[in-house]
């Protein structure tokens, strides 16, 4: 299982790859970041609310750490990990640098796409192709290991 940020969930769900995430296994979040993403009408708005009807798990997390520099979202994903001791799939590195300090184990989007690699999920060229469409949806990706990621691919290929 991987408890998921909206900063994976938004760019998986423009890209159209969202249920790529439930590849992984169990997928689950809060309330606090089902109500992030799915405040504003936009496109990709369906295609999450859809999933959270059908295979995100969405858990009640009464916040009551605070946290400098972090939103209450935030705090209950750390929560949410602590409590179920699963890792945490976000986008997010300040969350990911608390987390390192809270033990929790973290993963960054682009392993999604390692990981379904190993499993034999995807190709690796296939995994190329979705880098590309979540970095035109918009994810936060520094243009040094974007190439890293690309090169890791095509070594796998």
Not at 71 to 93: M, W
Request: glycine share 2%; hydrophobic share 45%.
């Amino acid at each position: 299982m991987v408890v998921v940020d909206s900063t994976v969930l938004i760019p998986f769900a423009k890209a159209g790859h969202l249920k790529l995430l439930n590849k992984l296994g169990s997928v689950s979040t809060t309330e606090h970041i089902q109500k992030e993403v799915l405040i504003l009408q936009t496109p990709e708005h369906l295609a999450l609310s859809k999933a959270f009807d059908e295979w995100i798990t969405v858990h009640k997390v009464k916040t009551v750490k605070k946290l400098r520099g972090l939103t209450h979202a935030d705090i209950s994903l750390l929560e949410l990990c602590v409590k179920t001791q699963e890792r945490l799939l976000t986008n997010d590195k300040a969350l990911i640098q608390v987390a390192k300090s809270m033990n929790i184990p973290y993963a960054w989007p682009t392993t999604v796409l390692f990981v379904l690699v190993h499993k034999k999920i995807l190709s690796a060229s296939k995994a190329k192709s979705i880098l590309y469409d979540l970095s035109e949806a918009g994810i936060h990706i520094k243009a040094p290991v974007f190439a890293q990621v690309i090169k890791a691919l095509e070594s796998l290929e």
